[in-house]
């Protein structure tokens, strides 16, 4: 006995592509704050350590507890990449460049102590 599976075909007899409908709950997310983000990868994984640098100016030696740890396949991590991407250009178009280096945006007012 053989199966056999029906195509839906489009204009001209082409094959059609099905989409996909993904519908996302999201009631069981753990919403967090992340200012420090380390990433390293396998073969197969790219993961992004998350956490809190409770010290972000500080100078010398500063311990940052990783709080999330995110692990994904490269072909999800380039997903995120390209919705990240997209979402930073228009967040630049609207307020701005982001400078990402601190010691460019911090703004030392006065000068040396006793001055």
Known sequence: MSEEKEESRGPEG?????MQEVTV???HANAGYANF????????E???????????YATGKVDVKVTQRIILNHFTA???WQALSMALQRH????GVLETDVRKRVKFTGGPAGS
């Open 14 to 18: 082409a094959p059609q592509q099905q």
């Open 46 to 56: 790219l993961i992004l350590d998350l956490g809190l640098n409770p010290t972000p």
């Open 78 to 80: 380039k997903r995120l």
């Open 25 to 27: 709950d999201d009631s």
């Open 92 to 95: 630049e178009q609207a307020f």
């Open 37 to 44: 983000c380390r990433v390293s990868s396998t073969p197969e």
